[in-house]
């Protein structure tokens, strides 16, 4: 029977590529997304009969719980969950309004921890699989202007580490990635930044989106490896 990976905030960037490589690798895929149908619709039918389009708030519990019961209901199997999706707003921590880092929290983080608390049965009634949770480093190093956003990622490291101790007894491998910068529709919202970082690079340049794609692929065909962070950047972390 054919693996099912869950990909969150699938409908563009970072999230589109995982998708469309782990559609090419056989896998189905549950493209999750929220505001963004008809590019998550275009890349469901661009992968073909193995993948499908679910929208869901992550950071809202009960739309998690469904989703899951959709994928679950659907394929009777969930192998892996990608916890990609992710927004930011940039400010000043002491000009930061608190809806928004409430809002940037709820969905990178508690959005991590709905989806780990919800899918996890079912990840576990399939005999086990992986969970690779997205953060970033901004959550490692912290950046200005991205108080909400760096204490998200970092935040979301320890959730990594006490989830992998929590969930390896039932063969649920849990890691984090650090993707680096990307020329993504999220990273091309800062020229400066983006700038910064290709200067930072030992290399001179940004991250892959497809390279990190297929880390995670490689990561997800893996028996051993859980609570690890893996920094795919090429600045010192």
């Given amino acids: 029977m054919k693996a099912v990976a869950v990909v969150t905030g699938a409908s563009r960037g970072l999230g589109r590529q995982t998708a469309l490589t782990l559609g090419r690798m056989g896998y189905r895929v549950a493209l999750n997304y929220l505001g963004s149908e008809e590019e998550a619709e275009e890349v469901a039918r661009e992968i ?63 959005g991590c921890f709905n989806t780990i608390k919800v899918f996890s049965p079912f990840i576990i009634k399939s005999g086990g699989g992986h969970i690779i949770n997205i953060s970033s480093y901004s959550g490692v190093k912290g950046k200005e202007g991205q108080a909400a956003y760096s204490a998200s990622k970092a935040a979301l490291l320890g959730l990594t580490y006490t989830a992998a101790r929590e969930l390896g007894e039932y063969n649920i491998r849990v890691n984090a990635i650090l993707p680096g910068y990307m020329p993504t529709e999220m990273g091309k919202t800062s020229e400066k930044a983006m700038e910064k970082a290709k200067k930072d690079s030992f290399l001179g340049r940004l991250s892959n989106p497809e390279e990190v794609s297929e880390f995670i692929a490689h990561l997800l065909t893996t028996k051993n490896i859980t609570g690890q962070v893996f920094c795919l950047d090429s600045r010192i972390v």
């Fill in 48 to 110: 073909g009969e193995n993948a499908i389009a679910i929208k869901a708030d992550v950071g809202d519990l009960e739309q998690a719980e469904k989703m899951a019961d959709k994928i679950y209901n659907k394929w009777g199997r969930i192998d892996a969950i990608i916890n990609n999706a992710g927004i930011t707003k940039d400010n000043l921590l002491i000009k930061f309004d608190e809806k928004e880092w409430d809002e940037i929290l709820r969905i990178n983080l508690k």
